[in-house]
């Protein structure tokens, strides 16, 4: 049988390796260091087409993150996709004005809502809608552009 | 007629033995209490199951999660989501293999010599001995045991994933050139601490209970010659892994819907 306090130095190893493992899967491999949204408010935005958006994707501004889609739903009057954005609560100075736009990171990567901010002086509210949207690049309808010889043309519908 | 008596038999031992390990449960918990004053028994037996136990555990981590590598880049480059690599080793080894693995090798590293050093203490006469000397051996040899394995399992599994998610990283980033900077940001983003790493630990915590309990059961109950011994502790080793891997099952569904 070992020392007690060899054991006991041993033993404490032991607890202090296991819980460097459990903070380590909760920082570096989990999503606790990125703390998530901090006391947030809720905007509806309507899109075409939202491509494969999910919950929880990022919605950023200037591309830092800001908060999370919390709700996809759809709108069966305009037949048109309605995203809930879960905006962080520090960012209250958010234009009315804004637009909201479904953007891919990387060339297939995960995609996203951007925020391009407006230059209205009244600022977004929980519950408030974003008019100007752009939905997201479906690359097969691009890709029918390309080949049609429209790509360069600005699409109708869209956001100047 | 002797076949259906023998099914009949069959039940019977098992329900007899199910209600004496639900009772002999009840006595470890509630000889708990005994513990507050003398932790350092579980300290003891932490480092029998825990100290003891750390090598296998972080060596099967790291190849478990180097093999994962290797399969998850060549299933994931097919389809040309190589990046996604990190995501793909980190959920499998927090959600599933992390428990999982570490139950099973606990079962036969730690349950089998628990059920062992508990089935010869029997044998030996030792426990009758502190029942003689007015020590109650279920406070004094069990509970201690059982806690050790309750406290050392969520430890142990927590290493394994993280050595796992490290050994990913060196054949996905090292060897096959997935980007470090992917590896880890596909695994922040997408593994949730709530719904993926705390349930992991949940479930190593109930197979710590599960093992521990039928570890130490099983030694209390050995019949006491070197025959049962060697019997209990082969029932330990079938019938946790078994455990294990029903709840995992069980406990899979309701959690990850």
Avoid: C
């Avoid at chain 1, 509210?125 to 752009?134: E, F, N, P, S």
């Avoid at chain 2, 980190?90 to 139950?103: F, N």
């Avoid at chain 2, 010869?120 to 069990?142: C, S, W």
Wanted: net charge neutral; charged share 15%; glycine share 12%.
């Amino acid at each position: 049988m070992l020392q007690r306090t060899q054991l006991e130095l041993w033993v404490g190893i032991f607890m202090a390796l296991g819980i460097l493992a459990l903070v380590m899967l909760a920082f570096r491999v989990g999503n606790l260091s990125t703390a998530d949204v901090v006391d947030g408010y809720k905007i509806e935005a309507h899109f075409d087409n939202i491509g494969s958006l999910k919950v929880k994707s990022p919605v950023t501004m200037a591309g830092v993150r800001i908060g999370r889609v919390s709700q996809i739903g759809f709108d069966d009057k305009n037949y048109q996709a309605v995203v809930t954005l879960n905006v962080d609560g520090r960012y209250k100075t958010i234009p009315k004005d804004t637009g909201a736009s479904i953007l891919t990171a990387g060339l297939l990567g995960e995609q996203y809502v951007g925020l391009d901010p407006g230059g209205s002086d009244q600022y977004l509210k929980a519950g408030d809608k974003i008019t100007m949207t752009q939905s997201a690049l479906v690359l097969e309808k691009l890709i029918g552009q390309f080949i049609f010889g429209k790509a360069g043309e600005p699409e109708p519908n869209k956001k100047p | 007629m002797n076949a259906l008596q023998n099914l009949g038999r069959t039940v019977l031992t098992a329900v007899e033995r199910i209600g004496r390990a639900s009772l002999f449960f009840y006595e470890v918990l509630t000889g708990s209490w005994y513990l507050v004053r003398r932790f350092y028994l579980v300290v003891q037996q932490v480092y029998a199951v825990g100290v003891l136990t750390l090598l296998i555990i972080l060596v099967s981590g790291l190849f478990v999660g180097m093999v994962l590598g290797l399969q998850g880049y060549n299933t994931l480059a097919r389809f040309g989501a190589a990046e996604s690599l990190g995501l793909l080793v980190a959920l499998s080894l927090v959600r599933e293999l992390g428990p999982v693995v570490t139950a099973l090798l606990f079962a036969g590293r730690a349950g089998s010599a628990l059920t062992a050093e508990i089935g010869l203490m029997k044998a030996t006469e030792q426990l009758a001995g502190m029942e003689m000397m007015a020590v109650n051996p279920i406070d004094r040899v069990i509970a201690p045991r059982l806690l050790a394995g309750v406290i050392a399992m969520p430890l142990l599994a927590a290493l394994f994933s993280a050595i796992g998610v490290l050994g990913g990283h060196i054949v996905g980033v090292g060897l096959l050139g997935v980007d470090s900077g992917a590896y880890w940001s596909q695994m922040q983003n997408n593994v949730d601490f709530y719904d993926d790493i705390f349930n992991g630990v949940i479930k190593s915590f109930v197979f710590g209970i599960v093992v521990s309990w039928i570890a130490v059961f099983e030694g209390y109950d050995a019949v006491p010659t070197s025959e049962g011994v060697s019997r209990a502790t082969n029932r330990t080793v079938v019938f946790s892994s078994l455990a294990v891997l029903g709840l995992d099952f069980i406990m899979t569904a309701l959690m990850f819907k």
